[in-house]
């Protein structure tokens, strides 16, 4: 009986000492639930065998112990009937049946322990299934958590938050204004230098003009 060779390695068997060995808690669930299930299923088979074991070696002791109490009635008949030679013959038949229902009780023990222990397996093996499966979906329920929570931490802490990039573009753009009107002021100071210049010129070509023509008529030249 495979199975029952390994009953004590069952029984010891303890998932969350294999969880604390493990970085995927849910991939050893998922192999030890493979397992289990592989058991639990040799263990039905395992179970109707030691039944039957346990069935027949019952009736073989049941059979047994009626032919050792019919040997004593007839010993205890002969006896009543005053042949005590018979009733020896009786008795002797009666110890030697009595020692085979001695081994029949051995083998009758012997199956109802086993099949004692397919019960126990196959209790512990199907609590065992219930427990992983149950903690097989709270795990999956506790990382599907924890996968929503870390996406909503880096969403609500990107690299480079969206205020502090906009504040560099206004500084960027308050510095390409700043530029613009220090070039603006620029220009118009050297506007201003040329018109006066310009004028000054203009203002000296006129008095000029004005000087010659006085000077023609003074002197009567056209």
Do not use: C
């Not at 050792?68 to 009937?81: I, K, Q, V």
């Amino acid at each position: 009986m495979g199975i029952l060779n390994r009953f004590s390695d069952i029984m010891k068997a303890n998932v969350n000492d294999r969880m604390e060995r493990r970085a995927d808690p849910e991939k050893t669930i998922d192999e030890a639930l493979v397992q289990a299930r592989e058991d639990l299923a040799e263990v039905k088979l395992e179970t109707a065998k030691v039944m039957a074991a346990e069935k027949t070696a019952k009736s073989r002791r049941d059979d047994t112990k009626e032919r050792a109490a019919r040997e004593h009635e007839r010993a205890g008949a002969a006896l009543r009937a005053g042949n005590e030679k018979d009733a020896r013959t009786f008795l002797a038949s009666e110890t030697k049946i009595r020692e085979q229902l001695a081994e029949d009780e051995k083998s009758l023990t012997m199956a109802q322990e086993n099949t004692a222990k397919m019960r126990e397996l196959y209790n512990k093996l199907a609590d065992d299934i219930q427990d992983m499966e149950a903690r097989k979906s709270r795990i999956r329920a506790t990382m599907s958590m924890a996968d929503a929570t870390e996406r909503l931490n880096s969403a609500g802490t990107p690299k480079r938050s969206a205020s502090a990039a906009f504040d560099q573009y206004e500084d960027m753009a308050n510095r390409r204004l700043d530029e613009a009107e220090a070039q603006a002021e620029l220009n118009r100071r050297r506007g201003d230098g040329l018109d006066e210049l310009r004028e000054k010129y203009e203002s000296q070509s006129q008095e000029t003009d004005e000087a010659l023509e006085a000077l023609k008529k003074e002197y009567g030249i056209d």
